[in-house]
């Protein structure tokens, strides 16, 4: 199986969504899967012109030059792509929305009526299965109602399904350097080991694993305490250079 992940995070290497992906992509990786994780925050990928020439003028492809036709041929020839991001403004980052933007090349300009919705066919035979992973600032599941449902038409539009949906509430604790947390953080990372192998054993993850992945890490209040401490901190030391 070959698994490609895009990190929409403009942290990169550094961001939370990066060390939820490298701990999924080892189980994977260990299963047998072919692992690669594009971060968009190393890619120049301008936004969508509108203009409709990957349609009728060079079909297939953007007239722009950019780094997105490299990734796009290896989107359109993996099993998986996992669509990665930090949770902003109740949505995905706007580096991953422009990704999606630019995958119009992939689909043909006609419309057809596909189990009563009007859709665009598919540019290619077929198209991989989709993996959604992403992280929040605050504690709860609730913050993920948009992106849930954000995938759930992306899949349409792409022709295929969802087999994984992985939501971190809270994701900054993965960045805390309290000792205390350290076995904490250990578990969470073993469970998306697990996570991996399950998706490349079974080829899709068990409602059982995604609701223990969801489980808090520490309860909410004690992450909310903590994080508005650290923000005083921060605040406090403005203060100070005042
Ligand atoms: C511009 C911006 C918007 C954000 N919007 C939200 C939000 O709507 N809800 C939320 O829970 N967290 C929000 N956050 C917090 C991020 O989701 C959080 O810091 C996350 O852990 C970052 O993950 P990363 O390290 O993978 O980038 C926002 C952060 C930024 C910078």
Redesign the pocket.
């Known amino acids: 199986m070959k698994i490609l992940a895009i990190n929409g995070?403009?942290?990169g290497e550094?961001?939370?969504?990066?060390t939820m992906l490298k701990a999924f992509l080892k189980g994977a990786a260990a299963k047998g899967a072919e692992t690669e994780i594009v971060l968009l925050s190393e890619k120049t990928i301008h936004p969508c012109k509108g203009c409709f020439a990957c349609w009728v003028k060079t079909p297939g492809e953007c007239i722009q030059k950019d780094d997105m036709k490299e990734v796009l041929k290896k989107l359109w020839d993996c099993d998986l792509v996992i669509f990665a991001?930090?949770?902003?403004?109740?949505?995905v980052?706007a580096q991953l929305k422009t990704f999606m933007d630019r995958m119009l090349p992939g689909i043909l300009p006609n419309f057809v009526k596909i189990d009563g919705v009007w859709r665009h066919p598919l540019r290619f035979e077929t198209s991989p299965k989709v993996g959604v992973l992403c992280?929040?600032?605050?504690p709860q599941m609730e913050?993920f109602q948009v992106v849930h449902h954000l995938f759930e038409r992306v899949v349409l539009n792409m022709h295929t399904e969802i087999v994984m949906e992985i939501y971190r509430?809270g994701?900054?604790i993965?960045?805390a350097k309290n000792l205390l947390l350290k076995p904490l953080l250990l578990k969470y990372k073993k469970l998306l080991e697990k996570a991996g192998k399950e998706v490349v054993e079974k080829g899709r993850l068990s409602e059982k694993l995604q609701k223990q992945l969801e489980a808090d890490i520490v309860p909410p209040d004690t992450y909310i305490k903590n994080a508005n401490a650290y923000w005083d901190k921060q605040l406090a030391k403005l203060d100070k250079t005042k």
């Open positions: 995070s403009p942290r550094s961001s939370n969504t990066q991001s930090p949770l902003y403004v109740d949505c980052s992280n929040s600032g605050f913050h509430p994701g900054e993965l960045r």
